[in-house]
């Protein structure tokens, strides 16, 4: 069973059991996934399913940073609870230790040595780290390896 196909069974499954958040998040995704479809002309593949997922995860991280410096706790726990179910669904989230060894390989193989080779290094990383790590991240630990 496909990614997009368990979520359209969850959302049964949350429809029955009267989750509203898991519900709302779930109706959210699987629109974001069939204006894709839309867009593209073409069933999305799991890959497509965990971009969306990835999109809409951003969407959530950045309204609760915005809820918490507007001093409304009540709209960013909302926000952090569709963040939940949208990462229950995403593939394993790679520890900051694990991106730092992947940096540092990185670096090694393309000879980097400065702030200067950033873009050349996270040219070779974020398709390594694909849905897997987020870009602020992995530019946060690359520019502190590389000494910016």
Not at 70 to 95: F, N, T, W
Not at 109 to 137: Q, Y
């Amino acid at each position: 069973m496909g990614l997009k196909e368990r979520m359209r069974e969850d959302l049964k499954e949350a429809m029955k059991a009267k989750d509203e958040v898991r519900v709302r998040t779930l109706r959210m995704i699987l629109a974001a996934i069939r204006n894709l479809e839309v867009e593209r002309m073409k069933e999305a593949s799991d890959e497509d399913v965990i971009d969306a997922l990835n999109r809409e995860a951003k969407k959530r991280r950045e309204a609760i940073e915005q809820y918490k410096k507007a001093g409304r706790e009540d709209l960013s726990q909302q926000e952090e609870m569709e963040l939940k179910v949208i990462e229950s669904y995403l593939p394993e989230q790679m520890s900051e230790d694990e991106i730092r060894k992947l940096a540092e390989e990185i670096i090694q193989s393309v000879g980097a040595s400065s702030v200067k080779d950033l873009g050349k290094v996270m040219k070779e990383i974020m398709p390594k780290v694909k849905g897997r790590a987020d870009g602020k991240v992995v530019n946060r630990i690359v520019r502190e390896l590389l000494g910016g």
